[in-house]
C-alpha cells in the first residue's frame, strides 16, 4: 500500500506516474587569490554567484572546487605576487553552467618595479602606487566581486587589501 491514489497522468507515455521535478539553489564560491611576497597587497576573494535551477530525479550534477591560489615569496628585488585563486563550477545535464572565477592574486613591489594586483572574481591589492586588480573578471550579473584597494607609494608604503564579494579592498595608509 503506497497510501494516494493517482488520478491523472497514468500509463501515459513510458512511466505510470512522473517523476516531480524541483528546485536547487546553488552556492558557488571560488578559491581566493594569494598574497605577495614583501610589501605586499592581499588576495581577493573569488567570486561568488548564487542561482536556482529545476532538475528532473536523477540528474548528474558536476561539482568543482577551485583552490586557493599560492602565496608570493621573497623581498626586495626577488618578491613575487601572489597567483590566482582556481575557478569553482556547478554544472549538469540539463542546467545552466554556473562559474565563479578564483580571486586575483595580490600586486607586490619587487626592487625598483611593482608587480599590480590581479584580476578575478575580487581583484587583488595593489602596494606601492601600484595598480589594483579588477573585480568581476569575467563580467558577470550580478557581480561576483570587487576591485582589490589602493596601496600607497610614499612612506611606510601600506598596501591595499584585497576585494571581496560584498565591498572593495580597504586602501593602504601611510600610518604606521
Wanted: avoid cysteine.
Amino acid at each position: 500500500t503506497q497510501g494516494w491514489l493517482a488520478t491523472s497522468g497514468i500509463n501515459e507515455g513510458t512511466d505510470a506516474l512522473s517523476p516531480l521535478s524541483y528546485s536547487i539553489d546553488f552556492l558557488v564560491i571560488a578559491g581566493g587569490g594569494g598574497g605577495g611576497g614583501s610589501r605586499a597587497g592581499g588576495g581577493g576573494a573569488g567570486g561568488y554567484r548564487t542561482s536556482t535551477q529545476t532538475v528532473s530525479p536523477g540528474t548528474v550534477i558536476t561539482v568543482t572546487v577551485g583552490d586557493g591560489g599560492t602565496g608570493g615569496t621573497g623581498s626586495g628585488g626577488s618578491a613575487t605576487r601572489g597567483a590566482t585563486g582556481s575557478d569553482s563550477s556547478i554544472s549538469g545535464s540539463g542546467l545552466t553552467t554556473i562559474t565563479s572565477a578564483g580571486g586575483g592574486g595580490a600586486g607586490t613591489a619587487n626592487g625598483a618595479s611593482v608587480d599590480a594586483g590581479l584580476s578575478g572574481g575580487s581583484g587583488g591589492g595593489s602596494t606601492d602606487g601600484g595598480t589594483v586588480g579588477s573585480g568581476n573578471t569575467p563580467s558577470t550579473s550580478p557581480s561576483q566581486g570587487n576591485n582589490g584597494g589602493q596601496g600607497t607609494g610614499s612612506a611606510n608604503y601600506g598596501a591595499g587589501g584585497g576585494g571581496g564579494a560584498g565591498a572593495v579592498g580597504s586602501n593602504g595608509t601611510t600610518s604606521n
